[in-house]
């Protein structure tokens, strides 16, 4: 089973840019479906962006525009650079591994990374 970490997280001003990773422990080419999520205060998680092992990519509506989604498979990590940060964007983002877009639950879970985004 793959371990993920996450990192890059921290306090930003609105309007900034942050860049999160995702490191696999292993191969991120085994990873058929790498998510980020998040959770804010008192909110359920909900899924920010997709990429697939074929490099297809998915959004929230909240992250379109703003958000990248990118893998780097030499470096077995996975980014989200998150541009024009909103306050709204507070939360803990976490990445998961999953077989298959409809899997449920993911087969891995990195710890977290907080992001805060001031006004």
């Known amino acids: 089973q793959v371990q993920l970490v996450e990192s890059g997280g921290g306090l930003v001003q609105a309007g900034g840019s942050l860049r999160l990773s995702c490191a696999a422990s292993?191969?991120?080419?085994?990873?058929?479906?790498l998510d980020w999520y998040r959770q804010a205060p008192g909110n359920e998680r909900e899924l920010v962006a997709r990429?697939?092992?074929?490099?297809?990519?998915n959004y929230a509506d909240s992250a379109k525009g703003r958000f990248t989604i990118s893998r780097d498979n030499a470096k077995n990590t996975v980014y989200l650079q998150m541009n024009s940060l909103k306050p709204e964007d507070t939360a803990v983002y976490y990445c998961?591994?999953?077989?298959?877009?409809?899997?449920?639950?993911?087969?891995?879970w990195g710890q977290g990374t907080q992001v805060t985004v001031s006004s």
């Open positions: 998961a591994a999953k077989s298959g877009i409809w899997s449920w639950p993911p087969s891995s």
């Open positions: 990429i697939t092992s074929g490099g297809i990519t």
């Open positions: 292993g191969s991120i080419l085994s990873i058929n479906v």
